[in-house]
Each structure stands twice: as C-alpha cells, then as structure tokens.
Antibody
C-alpha cells in the first residue's frame, strides 16, 4: 500500500535551517509529481512547493520562494525540502503529498512532521 | 492572484443535507477537489474533478461546480462528518486551497 513518511522536523531558531525528508513506498515514486503542504497550528492548509517526476519542474509559494528548495531522489524513493532563513511564521506541520497527475489532486498524504521556529 | 473562498463554518441537523461552498472567479472553468480533515489526521480526498468520488468514500459525499461556486454536498449528514473540509484547485501552476470550513452537526 502507498506510504509516505515524513521526518526531519524539530525546533529551530529564527534564521536557522532544516531539511525535511519524505520516504515513499508502495508505488513507483519516479512516476509521480510530489508536493509539500503545510498547516500552521489551528490554521488551514497552505501549499508550499511541488516537483515534477523527473525534477524538471518545480514551483514555490511566494511565502517561501528563495528560502526553500524542493528536491527528490528517485533512486531512494525520497522527497526533500531544504528550508533556510526560517521564520516564526514557518511554524507548521509539514505534509508530503502525492499528486495523482500533473496539476490535479493529492491522493495520498503522509502524517506530517512538525517544524517549530522559535528562539 | 486567484482566491478560493469558503465559509468558516456551516451547520446542519443530523440526517439533513449539508452544502459547503467554495467561491472563485469563474471557478466553474477549473477542476475543484475536496478534502476532509479529522482532528490530528492528514487530509483525505473525498471528491475530485468537481464531482467524482474516490473508492471507499461514502455515496453521501458529492460535488458540483458551476459559475463562480463549487459545492461539496453531504447527504444524510452524520455526527462523524463534523470535521473540517477544504477545497483545492490550480491556478497558473500554483496550488490553491480554500481557507477551510468547519461543519457542525447540531
């Protein structure tokens, strides 16, 4: 069965960096676009970034562009999010999610990894 | 930029029909998807492509999309449906989510 397991979250000071990982299993990872989506405590869903199946295309929300970098390693069935210059407003539960097809819906989600940015 | 607007809350009596709206300029021209999120859990897709239902989702969940409003309809609402719902669409290679609606079953 499809599984997405995020890791790498934690407490970091403002201005710091963190790298999130998402381990995928149960499907051919290299066939799918993937996204990171976050949810601040008590708030709604906010899309962060996506990457195409071959890493040819990426895009970012304006709120993170220039600070976050999405990448993937299809040989390792893994998705990553490098987060630099972190701010308090980046505090959220970060989900990785599989896109059914390009520019469509998210059919599988991980359980999320919590990032807390605080001094 | 394009915005998806949802009411923060919707109330419905048990067994009745709940309708949750997702507004956007000419939203009927794009595909809208809906997610249900229970407390402490990841979102789950309940409607995709405006009106299709993934396997395992009860038939009481349905969707429509026309003009400036997409709608998630829950027929015969049950207490277990009292959670948060989000609409989602794409615009200019960017993923959009509505602000979310909390459904209250009175």
């Amino acid at each position: 069965q499809v599984q997405l397991v995020e890791s790498g979250g934690g407490l970091v000071k403002p201005g710091g960096s963190l790298r999130l990982s998402c381990a995928a299993s149960g499907f051919t990872f290299s066939d799918y676009y993937m996204s990171w989506i976050r949810q601040a405590p008590g708030k709604g869903l906010e899309w962060v970034s996506y990457i195409s199946s071959s890493s040819s295309y990426t895009n970012y929300a304006d709120s993170v562009r220039g600070r976050f970098t999405i990448s993937r390693d299809n040989a390792k069935n893994s998705l990553y999010l490098q987060m630099n210059s972190l701010r308090a407003e980046d505090t959220a539960l970060y989900y990785c999610a599989r896109e059914y097809s390009s520019s469509s819906y998210f059919d599988y989600w991980g359980q999320g990894t919590l990032v807390t940015v605080s001094s | 930029s394009y915005v998806l607007s949802q009411p923060p809350s919707v109330s419905v009596a048990p067994g009745k029909t709940a309708r949750i709206s997702c507004g956007g300029n000419n939203i009927g021209s794009i595909r809208v998807h809906w997610y249900q999120q229970k407390p402490g859990q990841a979102p789950v897709l309940v409607v995709y492509g405006d009106s299709d239902r993934p396997s395992g989702i009860p038939e009481r969940f349905s969707g429509s999309n026309s003009g400036n409003t997409a709608t998630l309809t829950i027929s015969g609402t049950q207490a277990m449906d009292e959670v948060d719902y989000y609409c989602q669409a794409w615009d200019n290679s960017t993923v959009l989510f509505g602000g979310g609606t909390k459904l209250t079953v009175l």
